[in-house]
T-cell receptor, first 112, second 111 residues
Framework: DTGVSQDPRHKITKRGQNVTFRCDPI?????LYWYRQTLGQGPEFLTY????????KSRLLSDRFSAERPKGSFSTLEIQRTEQGDSAMYLC??????????FGQGTRLTVV | GEDVEQSLFLSVREGDSSVINCTYT??????LYWYKQEPGAGLQLLTYIFSNMDMKQDQRLTVLLNKKDKHLSLRIADTQTGDSAIYFC???????????FGTGTSLTVIP
């Protein structure tokens, strides 16, 4: 499978716990994006990497959120001290050029 | 470029054509996109159109772009039950590094 892979697919956590999600982009794609999607809404931009450099961050990305892409390949998104409002689908996408972005299946986070 | 609007619901009969509409705000968007999302799944890129084009056809899909009115539409010919999904239009930011999505149109195809 050469698509964008996200792990885990589902995560249930207690409020206050930390969670980390992983995204493996399509190989050789130098651009990687994280989005968040809540029920009934379209995806909202969180952050963007070009290779290992994090070039853009949304104001939605509070200081409890951190994303890394240490070697310019896979990326992780960590949420510290989770809150119920963090419950959402977290989507990762990658692209080689700006034109076509391919999305993974997402990680559904439920904070109880 | 953060206000992308779509109607929420559309129902069509199998075999008919579906037309999903979208209005966007950022006239500097270079590309405009249509994505499909099935329940519990990620987004699948259906097609995109370059901003200097008026129309793009790809098999059963036809995209029309009216730059003056900032209006984008997706026509699906001979709609099938497998086309039932949520369809999102998206535009890119001025930097091209962000995609702004609409709220999605839920298409229901009635057999």
């Amino acid at each position: 499978d050469t698509g964008v892979s996200q792990d885990p697919r589902h995560k249930i956590t207690k409020r206050g716990q930390n969670v980390t999600f992983r995204c493996d982009p399509i190989s050789e794609h130098n651009r990687l994006y994280w989005y968040r999607q809540t029920l009934g809404q379209g995806p909202e931009f969180l952050t963007y990497f070009q290779n290992e450099a994090q070039l853009e961050k949304s104001r939605l990305l509070s200081d409890r959120f951190s994303a890394e892409r240490p070697k310019g390949s896979f990326s992780t998104l960590e949420i510290q001290r989770t809150e119920q409002g963090d419950s959402a689908m977290y989507l990762c996408a990658s692209s080689e050029l700006r034109v076509e972005a391919f999305f993974g299946q997402g990680t559904r986070l439920t904070v109880v | 470029g953060e206000d992308v609007e779509q109607s929420l619901f559309l129902s069509v009969r199998e075999g008919d054509s579906s037309v999903i509409n979208c209005t966007y705000t950022d006239s500097s968007s270079t590309y405009l996109y249509w994505y499909k999302q099935e329940p519990g799944a990620g987004l699948q890129l259906l097609t995109y159109i370059f901003s200097n084009m008026d129309m793009k056809q790809d098999q059963r899909l036809t995209v029309l772009l009216n730059k003056k009115d900032k209006h984008l539409s997706l026509r699906i010919a001979d709609t099938q039950t497998g086309d039932s999904a949520i369809y999102f239009c998206a535009e890119t930011s001025g930097t091209g590094n962000q995609f702004y999505f609409g709220t999605g149109t839920s298409l229901t195809v009635i057999p």
